[in-house]
């Protein structure tokens, strides 16, 4: 018997440890990922003997080490994780439930049969079926969910798998096993039924959310787009306006430029030269960039910032083709503006500023904005992002600004110091691909 628990327990931690390698999106190399699944395979294994080998008949030692292996299980997920946030728990918790059921296949054919071989082998098939059935199913959908920025926060629905779990522990392996009740087989049986039915609903409730909140910020960066296309327009429309009347009365200042020379009256025409080159520059159509989308939105930017007289200094060298998407990226500078615009529009004039350098290249992508504040910025503390005290429905920017730098596997940075708070996102791109080392925040508030 103790061979066969051993021998079913292996198994599914073998196909645990496979959930983790196949849905997990690792920081670590493939090799690397390999060895730590490995490596906690063969922890799991250890405290398998100790609770069914060495102490066989201790109900502590079967809780502690039960506790243990879960500790282990949780960590593994949490630790090759890209993100080790509450959704790579829930998605760990979730493997924990998913390999219950290949488990209770063994315990069921072997009862039934008698047949440790039939039951090893069938314990097996519905572990592979079930992970093939994830990978082909739901596999694009849990690392979307990992890599994307769906929920607030996956907390409450950690809370699903934990009582699942605590649930079909308690009513097919502890106190009493199935063994010793073959009456709660059926009833165990649908209690899966309903574990895996509510997993499906979750993570298709989850895939919805998403999709809707990713229309919601594209209608929200193509509002603003078309409100910076808007402005620009009656920009061009006005300049050429202007310029239409200055060349309907250049004949007359050439006239007067004459008449002034033959007088030798040169400071007259350096005023008249002077005037002609105000109206020319004050009707340029201003470009920041390249880019025709960023450039929209930054003129947006400066048209809000003047409309509050705050002092808007924009340092931008953005190629016409980006190696990121144009528009997520004109959705981010945007979040990002309009917060230090509504930080500085009640300072004092002097203190009315916004300093922002902007550069993207095939290499590197950089934000790098400054401004002054007041009073105290409040931080989350699970992002290091400044959060939103203006109720539900805010915040929202920032979190579009990190789930764009997790996209890119990228680096941001907050710091309060002196008066200045100031925001840097920074990604390496090397050979089309996207690198990032780490998110790095950190947050000092004045004294």
């Not at 920025?149 to 106190?175: G, Q």
């Given at each position: ?6 021998s079913s327990y292996t198994i599914s931690h073998v196909f645990l440890m496979a959930f983790f390698y196949l849905f997990v999106t690792s920081r670590y190399s493939r090799r690397r990922t ?220 050439s006239g007067m430029i004459d008449t002034l020379l033959d007088q030798g009256q040169y400071d007259a025409v350096k005023r008249i030269v002077g005037h002609i080159n105000e109206v020319v520059d004050e009707n340029k159509v201003v470009r920041y960039c390249d880019n025709l989308i960023l450039n929209t939105i ?150």
């Amino acid at each position: 018997m103790v061979y066969f628990q051993s021998s079913s327990y292996t198994i599914s931690h073998v196909f645990l440890m496979a959930f983790f390698y196949l849905f997990v999106t690792s920081r670590y190399s493939r090799r690397r990922t390999f060895a730590i699944c490995v490596s906690s395979f063969l922890a799991l294994n250890l405290l398998d003997c100790i609770k069914l080998q060495l102490f066989p008949d201790s109900g502590l030692c079967f809780v502690l080490v039960t506790l243990a292996q879960i500790f282990v299980t949780q960590f593994t997920g949490l630790f090759i994780s890209r993100r080790r946030d509450s959704r790579m728990l829930f998605m760990g918790l979730s493997a924990s439930n998913y390999v219950i059921a290949g488990s209770m296949t063994a315990s069921v054919l072997h009862i039934y049969t008698n047949n440790v071989g039939l039951a090893l082998a069938g314990s097996v098939l519905v572990h592979l079926v079930i992970l093939l059935i994830l990978f082909f199913r739901i596999r694009n959908i849990c690392l979307r969910c990992c890599e994307g920025d769906t929920l607030k926060s996956w907390w409450e629905l950690c809370l699903i798998p934990v009582c699942f779990y605590c649930s079909f522990s308690f009513l097919a392996f502890f106190p009493h096993t199935l063994y010793e009740y073959p009456n709660n087989i059926s009833s165990s049986i649908l209690f899966l039924v309903t574990m895996f039915v509510s997993y499906v609903v979750v993570l298709r409730y989850v895939e919805s959310e998403s999709k809707r909140r990713e229309v919601y910020w594209k209608n929200v960066m193509f509002e603003s787009y078309i409100k910076g296309l808007e402005s620009q327009f009656h920009l061009v429309e006005q300049s050429e306006k202007n310029l239409k009347i200055l060349r309907h009365d250049m004949r007359h200042y050439s006239g007067m430029i004459d008449t002034l020379l033959d007088q030798g009256q040169y400071d007259a025409v350096k005023r008249i030269v002077g005037h002609i080159n105000e109206v020319v520059d004050e009707n340029k159509v201003v470009r920041y960039c390249d880019n025709l989308i960023l450039n929209t939105i930054l003129l947006a930017a400066a048209e809000q910032a003047g409309a509050f007289h705050i002092e808007l200094r924009l340092d931008v060298a953005v190629p016409r083709e980006m190696p990121v998407n144009a528009y997520e990226f004109a959705m981010v500078l945007a979040n990002l503006l309009e917060n230090a615009l509504s930080c500085v529009r009640d300072l004092e004039p002097s203190e009315r500023y916004v300093s922002a350098k902007i550069q993207c290249d095939a290499k590197h992508l950089l934000v790098d904005m400054e401004n002054r504040y007041e009073g105290e910025i409040a931080f989350n503390p699970a992002t290091g992002l400044p959060r939103s005290e203006r109720g539900e429905g805010h915040g929202l920017g920032m979190q579009s600004v990190l789930a764009f730098s997790d996209r890119l596997g990228g680096n941001i940075g907050c710091y309060c110091e002196g008066g200045r708070f100031r925001i840097v996102l920074f990604a390496l791109m090397q050979g089309g691909e996207r690198r990032g080392a780490y998110r790095e925040t950190g947050a000092e508030s004045d004294k």
